[in-house]
């Protein structure tokens, strides 16, 4: 049978079943609940029978809960609340949460006081690290260990860069835990009564337990299955963006404006910078910005570095000419934008007769395409729509649902991560149903469910295939209830989608 013990302070005051050390007030103490999860620090609430009005522990009292000798729970007492009807007995009731708590109001601080903390990419164990140089005191001081622990190789993992603002200790910790793909972090007891610490679980890569059926109390089976979010297909959109390139001049073309030449009557410089409600281009401000190209499109791409120059003093025998930065391309219509107007650079003694602030009077420029320019180029660098599949769809959620996963799911791939190995990643993660399960048990929580570090299978010894046998489904939660016998209710979820980095 398995014995709980419950101390408070060092001094044992509950023992089931068995005898206990009465508390201060001669009061019986019993269990309630217990719940664990990633999200929220872990929470025993106990009932102490006996007087209202008198508190029978005070505030941060330390409570250990052990489980045939193993503590499963390590924390500190909060506020209690009295517990007062004509249907109960007088007392109080007190919930104790685990430490994690404590280190939910100090905020994490660089070496040189600032709240502004920023911790490099790296495996995540690295990361962990940089992040231990700042709070490590404040963790001993709090009564939780200095050094941090790694469940299915979640140490390993690339994670990205963190950035704390004035974030505290506990939200630091998971921050960090958030940005390593599929992991969780949780403070965990020490089994052996050493301090806890801080957890972080690789999801899809912790030991798994199988639920046997047959075996287990287990009043209903709640799992289902969703599709929300689900696709048959992930795509990524055409887009583009500022770049540099270092190349060998080759050809030079001609461009043509591509403006509507009725507004150069009245355009001034001021307009180059008008936008309509969007935030887009008009026409107005495209004059002396916009050029076609259209002529020469066969010998250009979109993979092509191109420059822009514009001759701003033009002589027969020493025109000047400077480069200019392209704003954007259009390459279904064959045009280009620039960041500036193109206009001629004049002498004083004709420089008021074209005054481009005044209407009509601009003078524009010639202007040519480079591609292939020497040096250092600006130019816009198309980033190609990527799918996976090529074409139609696949996957198991298309298998169950073609009508509503028939669909190309539209995603951003993180920087400096491979497009093509993302979105397959990504049609991986999201063609799988999530799976998420709520399981009532009738009887005690296994002892290796107590850590949340475990992946649940459901299976039967003698009564045929259930369909979960490999389910694999990561731990979420444990709530344990004491009244009227043990029992326990296991939270789990299974979405591969979170091992995506943050483009899912």
Known sequence: MVIYELFIDGSLVLASPGAATPPPTGSVVSLETFSRGYDEPSSLVLRVD???????????????????????????????????????????????????????????????GSASVRL????????????????ADILTEKGVSDECAYVGGAGAIQALPVSLDAASIDDGF?????????????????????????????????????????????P?????????????????????????????????YWMVPAWDASLESRWTWHDAG??????AETELSAVHRRFSFAAFTDAIGPDTPMGVEICSVWDDTNSRWRRVTILSLDWEARTLTLVLPALRQLGNWVGHRF??????????????????????????????????????????????APMTCGYEAVITVPAGVNTEAYVRDAHTALSQPVTVGSIPLDE?????????????????????????????????????????????????????????????
């Open 120 to 135: 490099s990419s790296g495996p995540l164990s690295s990361v962990v690290d940089q992040f231990l140089l700042l709070v």
């Open 355 to 400: 005054n481009p602030n005044e209407p009509g009077r601009a003078k524009g420029a010639t202007v040519r395409l480079c591609y292939s320019l020497s040096g250092a180029v600006g130019t816009p660098i198309f980033i190609q729509s990527v799918r996976h599949p090529a074409t139609g769809f696949a996957g198991p959620v298309f298998d169950l």
């Open 174 to 218: 998971r921050q960090i835990a958030a940005a390593a793909p599929g992991v969780r972090v949780f403070l965990s007891p020490d089994p052996a009564g050493d301090l806890p610490k801080y957890t972080f679980v690789n999801l899809f890569g912790s030991p798994t337990h199988d639920l046997v059926m047959d075996e287990t109390r287990v």
């Open 50 to 112: 006996g007087d209202w009005r008198t508190a029978a522990y005070p505030a941060d009292a330390v409570v250990d809960l052990r489980r045939d000798g193993v503590i499963v729970f390590q924390g500190l007492l909060d506020v209690p609340r009295p517990v007062l009807s004509t249907s109960s007995y007088p007392g109080m009731r007190y919930t104790a949460y685990d430490l994690c708590r404590a280190l939910d109001g100090p905020t994490a601080l660089t070496e040189s």
């Open 444 to 504: 005690d929580l296994p002892a290796d469910l107590w850590y949340l570090d475990r992946r649940l299978n459901i299976t039967t010894a003698s009564h045929g295939e259930t369909g979960f046998e490999d389910l694999g489904a990561p731990l979420m939660g444990i709530r344990v209830a004491f009244a009227g016998g043990v029992s326990a209710v296991l939270e789990m979820e299974k979405d591969p989608s979170i091992l995506l980095r943050e483009g899912s």
């Open 274 to 279: 008008e936008r309509d409600n969007d935030g």
């Open 220 to 252: 209903e089976l709640n799992i289902y299955r969703s599709l929300d979010g689900r696709a048959g297909a992930v795509k990524t959109l055409e887009g583009v963006t500022q770049g540099s390139a270092d190349v060998e001049i080759t050809e030079r």
